[in-house]
């Protein structure tokens, strides 16, 4: 009794310092402590960014089945938003992990500066796209009249604020990088708190402020973001971080700028082709009606939620990779990424099981539609079966890009999504008449695929000679 109360004492006083972020030297001592105290504000932070999905989803749900199917659209199309920023927070967290392991803070803070630059300006182009073309994106995904109709305004405001998901992303990545995970963690909880807040005052209206229905939603989301880009960026300027930015800072470099493209390219293009298979995955689910569509929104938005801490435990991956290679200890880095994925398996499981057991008692919290609630719990049964692999995928892609070897993610991403995930879907559910059963099968399939081939090809080592 004596010696489990110690170990409880000991683990949350680390669990004290991860939050707090104390602890910043990832490059020596225990590796599992420094799994721990990375992953800890890691998971928390990717918790924090699924909340925002499912806040969302309970809202928007008792607007009915065109709502929820808006937001589906909407968050496929915008998946492209989050592979691009996601695409290049891979690059920033490489190059910031790497000059962080170097000891070159200067270094990480011009290549902080020069993501921001690059994510505005992307950004800016797609804003344009949202604002002026929201019906058409929302017709090409199959959506139905009435639906557009209903739902534009809700596209509109999320494409056209899409500079709050970009930035959000990249300044993230910074501290991710640099080690400073609990900063990201404590910006994304300010978020979601305003979000959480301003999500029912706008969708319903309160006083002064009119009800939007589902386009509320969109603007309580991206206020919230917005908000919290303020803050991260606040933190950057005040030095609240290891990384600071001043004034004199805010200048184009090139030679950086194109490193940090060169090596965000791959990881832009591995999320392109993973999130492109997403869109397309709804497109033939758009096929079935909008309570099938809605079930399959649900059950994405919940499997979201447990994803982001396994995200987050992946992310710790890739930036003991990188500062490990920063300070030439390419074996601790290999060390690092097989005990994470280890951890990460154990608590895929325990969800996998969990999501088996209580399938529909979940998705009754968004629906009481029966046809809804039967597939959205299908979904959930299905993809979560592969969960122990996603695992290990997921850590395992994520430390070839920590060590900004980005370009191994995107070719198995383009074999096993392009070439092996949508033909299936198509033929399982259109050709061979499965239905939605064949596109939760081709999720399945190709999350397990990603995972074998990705460790086969991590043991070849050649991560380890990539220069970033």
């Known amino acids: 009794m004596a010696q489990n109360r110690l170990t409880l004492n000991r683990l949350f006083s680390y669990f004290k310092i991860a939050v707090t972020g104390k602890e910043q030297e990832f490059t020596s001592g225990s590796i599992r402590r420094a799994i721990f105290m990375l992953s800890v504000p890691m998971v928390l932070e990717m918790m924090m960014e699924s909340v925002f999905f499912l806040v969302d989803a309970y809202f928007v749900s008792s607007l009915g089945a065109n709502a929820i199917a808006t937001v589906g659209l909407t968050e496929s199309v915008l998946t492209l938003v989050y592979a691009i920023a996601i695409g290049l927070s891979m690059g920033v967290t490489a190059i ?233 200890q390419p074996d601790r880095a290999e060390q690092s990424v097989w005990k994470t994925g280890k951890y990460n398996a154990y608590f895929m499981l325990a969800v996998s099981v969990f999501y088996l057991l209580f399938a529909e008692v979940i998705i009754k919290i968004f629906s009481n539609e029966a046809q809804v609630i039967e597939y959205g719990a299908l979904s959930l049964r299905v993809i979560a079966a592969g969960y122990v692999f996603y695992a290990y995928g997921m850590v395992v892609i994520q430390s070839f890009n920590g060590a900004g070897d980005t370009k191994t993610p995107t070719i198995i991403n383009f074999f096993c999504f392009w070439v092996f995930q949508l033909p299936f879907a198509y033929l399982a559910a259109i050709v061979f008449d499965w239905g939605a059963m064949g596109v939760f099968l081709a999720i399945t399939f190709a999350e397990i695929l990603i995972a074998v081939v990705g460790i086969i090809w991590f043991r070849k080592g050649r991560w380890k000679e990539v220069k970033v």
Not at 111 to 139: H, M, N, T
Not at 270 to 294: D, Y
């Open 96 to 328: 910031v992990a790497r000059r962080v392991g170097e000891k070159d803070i200067d270094g990480a803070s011009k290549a902080a500066v020069q993501s921001i630059l690059l994510g505005a300006a992307v950004a800016a182009i797609i804003s344009v796209i949202g604002i002026l073309f929201p019906k058409e994106i929302l017709s090409l995904m199959g959506a139905e009249s009435d639906l557009i109709e209903e739902g534009y305004g809700f596209t509109q405001v999320l494409l056209g604020g899409n500079v709050t998901i970009m930035l959000l992303f990249l300044i993230n990545a910074v501290f991710r990088g640099a080690g400073d995970a609990s900063v990201a963690m404590r910006v994304l909880i300010f978020s979601n708190l305003l979000n959480i807040v301003l999500d029912p005052i706008f969708i319903f209206g309160f006083g002064p402020v009119p009800a939007f229905g589902v386009q509320g939603a969109a603007i309580a989301t991206t206020i919230g973001r917005g908000s919290a880009v303020i803050f991260q960026l606040l933190i950057l300027f005040y030095g609240w971080s290891k990384i600071k930015v001043t004034l004199k800072d805010i200048v184009f470099r090139a030679e950086i700028m194109w490193n940090l493209i060169k090596v965000s390219l791959g990881g832009i293009g591995q999320f392109i082709i993973g999130t492109s298979s997403w869109v397309f995955l709804m497109r033939i689910m758009a096929e079935f009606g909008s309570e099938v569509l809605a079930g399959y929104t649900i059950a994405i938005r919940v499997l979201m939620f447990t994803l982001m801490p396994s995200w987050g435990m992946s992310n710790a991956a890739a930036t003991l990779v990188g500062q490990n290679l920063g300070a030439s």
